[in-house]
């Protein structure tokens, strides 16, 4: 069973950066097209980003676009959502997934999914 963590949430003030990062526990990334998503309050959840299995396929959501990288590291266990320029909109849980029904794309809908983390709460606020 892939289990992933999510980290490097916290509360930042408009206009700031975070780097969230999306870890598996016992098994490598690779063989997974990540899925980034949010939730706040109140509102459905909402796709962020995702980065097909090679990394050669990425999307972003119009919400964030131009603020937002998504990106795997060397050691395929990783893949990190860097988030600038942050607004109070963005204040929600974040959450990565992992899909394993693409060979290499991905797509911003959640029930494409099979695997997600706890979640990391990411406030923007002054």
């Known amino acids: 069973q892939l289990q992933l963590d999510e980290s490097g949430g916290g509360l930042v003030q408009p206009g700031g950066s975070l780097r969230l990062s999306c870890a598996a526990s016992t098994y490598s990334l690779e063989e997974y097209a990540i899925g980034w998503f949010r939730q706040a309050p109140g509102k459905k959840r909402e796709g962020v980003s995702c980065v097909s299995r090679t990394g050669s396929v990425t999307y972003y959501a119009a919400s964030v676009n131009g603020r937002v990288d998504i990106s795997r590291d060397a050691t395929k266990t990783t893949v990190y959502l860097q988030i600038d320029s942050l607004e109070p909109e963005d204040t929600a849980v974040y959450y990565c997934?992992?899909?394993?029904?693409?060979?290499?794309?991905?797509?911003?809908?959640?029930?494409?999914?099979?695997?997600w983390g706890q979640g990391t709460q990411v406030t923007v606020s002054s």
């Open positions: 997934a992992a899909s394993t029904h693409f060979d290499d794309t991905c797509v911003l809908g959640a029930d494409w999914y099979d695997y």
